[in-house]
């Protein structure tokens, strides 16, 4: 080996040991098959994110409009692009680190996406046959953002509020309706203990066709409704 390869490999194990996410140091991360750019701007992307992907696919027709609300290095929506050439993609975030990172990774992996910086669905066009979003979802109080991988990634990217960490997931329900096409679907990932809550969010707003789906290890991961187009 050659010797600067082997400093490169000890000051990466020295990181390792620190707690720093195995992503951040090798600056790549696979998600749904494909490769990705990520840096400590960005949340990790997560295997059980991928049911978020699982979940919305089969509600995105061939040239639908998509949204993808919080973005981060682009996985979601990326891989969405990826499966539907032909559909029109939109990717927000409200972190402009986030969306330079994700033009990147759109530019590399030669997908097409609109990007925007924008606060939730605060001034984004629309209307959209499909949203989705994997906003930040725990409790600013949760010992767990003290521990582990999570002690080193963005804090916008997982802190949804207190009493319960849902204050991004409730706005961005109470206002999907306005961006959403009659009969398009809100998508949305949330904790593994949020599931009744936030279906009920749906409910309470009129969505309907409410449907709950699993994660890799059969927790309650992410809801989809469909908003019937009334008024909102
Ligand atoms: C949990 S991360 C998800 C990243 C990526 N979509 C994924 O699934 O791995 C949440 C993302 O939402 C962004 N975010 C937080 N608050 C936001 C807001 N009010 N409006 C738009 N984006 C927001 C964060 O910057 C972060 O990139």
Redesign the pocket.
């Known amino acids: 080996m050659d010797p600067s390869a082997g400093t490169r490999l000890a000051a990466w194990i020295h990181r390792r040991a620190e707690g720093e996410p195995v992503a951040y140091i090798l600056g790549r991360r696979g998600f749904w098959g494909l490769d990705f750019e990520v840096t400590p701007d ?2 990790v ?2 295997p059980d ?1 991928e049911t ?1 992907v699982e979940a919305a696919l089969p509600l995105v027709a061939d040239e639908a409009s998509v949204l ?6 682009g ?2 929506v990326l891989a969405l692009a990826s499966e539907r050439p032909r559909a029109q993609f939109t990717a ?4 402009p680190a ?1 969306i330079a990172l994700c033009r990147r990774n759109a530019a590399r992996l030669g997908l097409a996406v609109t990007t925007r910086i ?3 669905l605060d001034g984004l066009d629309g209307p959209f046959d499909v949203v989705v979003g ?3 979802y725990v409790d600013d109080a949760d010992a767990r953002l003290g521990q582990g991988d999570l002690r080193f990634e ?1 804090r ?3 802190v949804g509020g207190p009493n319960g960490g849902l204050d ?1 997931i409730a706005r961005l329900i109470r206002k999907a309706p306005d961006r959403l096409a009659t009969g398009g679907w809100l998508c949305l ?1 949330h904790g593994d203990e949020q599931g009744d809550e936030v279906a009920s969010l749906f409910e309470d707003r009129g969505f309907v066709d409410i449907r709950g789906h699993m994660d890799l290890a059969n927790r309650p991961r992410v809801t989809v409704g469909r908003w019937h187009g009334g008024t909102s």
Not at 68 to 73: L, R
Request: charged fraction near 25%; charge should be negative.
């Open positions: 960005v949340l992307p997560r994110t978020l993808d609300v919080g973005t981060g290095c996985n979601v927000t975030d409200i972190d986030c924008a606060d939730g994997n906003p930040p963005p916008r990217a997982l991004v990932e």
